[in-house]
């Protein structure tokens, strides 16, 4: 999956990345969130920027997760939060989310976001029929690819 996001070209990645964003903008869930956590996306991950763009015009409180967050405590994130976009490696059909390895979306979303509606982003070729899964795994609430 690493090698396949490596040969997305820049152009692929900005026109899936807007299908993406359109799904998303399109979800009762993210319309009605008031408290949003978002991701700051690597280079293989989609371009969230219309979702940023979209909290703001709608003065939705938006947080953004930096790429070298690795514990919670480094972020200043709400108590309630009630939609957070999980970035992965991989997605399974049935929800399950393979992540980098780190663990600390897994701990976020068991902990402070617990409660939120949890909604994967990927490219549709990074949706898998199975992902190797931990006991420690959150499930998504729903995924969404271009």
């Known amino acids: 999956m690493r090698h396949r996001l490596r040969e997305l070209t820049a152009e692929d990645r900005q026109s899936l990345s807007e299908e993406i964003c359109e799904r998303v903008l399109g979800l009762s869930q993210w319309l009605e969130a008031q408290n949003v956590v978002l991701f700051s996306p690597?280079?293989?991950?989609?371009?969230i920027t219309p979702l940023k763009l979209d909290c703001d015009a709608r003065k939705v409180s938006a947080f953004i997760i930096p790429q070298t967050a690795r514990t919670e405590t480094e972020m200043h994130l709400p108590e309630t939060?009630?939609?957070?976009?999980?970035?992965?490696?991989?997605?399974?059909?049935?929800?399950?989310?393979?992540?980098?390895?780190?663990?600390?979306?897994?701990r976020?979303?068991?902990?402070?976001a617990k409660d939120a509606f949890k909604l994967g982003v990927g490219f549709s070729f990074q949706l898998l029929d199975t992902v190797p899964t931990e006991a420690h795994d959150i499930l998504m609430?729903?995924?969404v690819t271009d």
């Open 42 to 47: 690597l280079p293989s991950e989609p371009i």
């Open 108 to 112: 976020l979303l068991a902990g402070r």
């Open 141 to 143: 609430d729903a995924i």
């Open 81 to 106: 939060i009630d939609f957070i976009l999980v970035p992965g490696l991989a997605f399974s059909k049935d929800r399950h989310r393979l992540g980098r390895g780190g663990g600390f979306f897994d």
